[in-house]
């Protein structure tokens, strides 16, 4: 069975002399670029299959890059952070992409290889879909991540799976049975399931914003547009 080419590193590092990640990926003969941030112009990149943060870059570099990353066109890159052990709780709070893992330090070398090769392949797996887009509000299907004019939505997986919905039938309003039968198929319904779910995707979505997006028509549904 041939043995598939090893991943495509983009290694972001700012100090190379003291990086142990640089030393594994080397050891392990990654093809490997090295940046020192994680800055445009894009196109200057070399293609890589996964981004990895080293273990040099503090954790506040950490989340700004992760956020310009996914704002670029490296969005549907799969990330890999190589973090302290005390960083482990926010970091798992903040990966909220499929795309996304981390590795805590120390680690063996075996620890990482593996994170980072089943990290690197996700994006194989995945059937990548097309941004959804209403004005200035995003919905990534790949990622899960919502934005807003450029800034994360924070949403529980029921409230995101209705974003998603009325995103995709933005043509039309969409009724509260349509949504709890696509939303909870066969299983029972909780009651009021719907109306407290758009109370909260209204406060995210719209509240902070001038331009309100989702709107309620008696009898027909909930429309976003």
């Known amino acids: 069975m041939e043995t598939p080419p090893r991943p495509r ?13 640089h030393v594994l990926l080397q050891e ?3 093809p490997l670029e090295v940046v020192d941030e994680l800055r445009p112009p894009w196109d200057a990149l070399q293609p890589c299959d996964i981004v990895v943060f080293g273990d040099t870059l503090s954790w506040s570099r950490m ?3 992760r956020k310009r990353m996914r704002a670029s066109r490296l969005r549907h890159h799969p ?5 302290f052990e005390s960083d482990a709780a926010r970091a798992w709070r903040l990966l909220t992409s499929n795309l996304e893992s981390y590795v805590t330090k ?5 620890e990482f290889i593996i994170k980072l090769e089943h990290t690197a392949r996700r ?16 919905f990534d299907p790949n990622t899960q991540e919502v934005f807003r ?5 924070r949403l529980t997986p029921v409230s995101r799976r209705i974003l998603e919905i009325l995103m995709r039938e933005a043509h039309r309003y969409v009724s509260k049975e349509e949504l709890e039968q696509r939303i909870w198929q066969d299983e029972e319904t909780p009651p009021e399931s719907v109306r407290p779910r758009i109370y909260q995707l209204r406060k995210a979505v719209d509240e902070p914003f001038p331009r309100k997006l989702i709107h309620t028509s008696r009898g027909m549904g909930y429309r976003i547009g």
């Open 9 to 21: 590193v983009l290694l972001v590092e700012p100090e190379l002399s003291r990086s142990e990640t």
């Open 28 to 30: 392990h003969r990654y």
């Open 63 to 65: 989340t700004e890059y």
């Open 79 to 83: 990330l890999l952070m190589v973090i």
């Open 106 to 110: 120390p680690h063996t070398v075996s």
């Open 123 to 138: 994006s194989e797996r995945l059937k990548l879909e097309p941004l959804l887009r209403i004005e200035d509000l995003t």
């Open 149 to 153: 004019n450029g800034q994360p939505i």
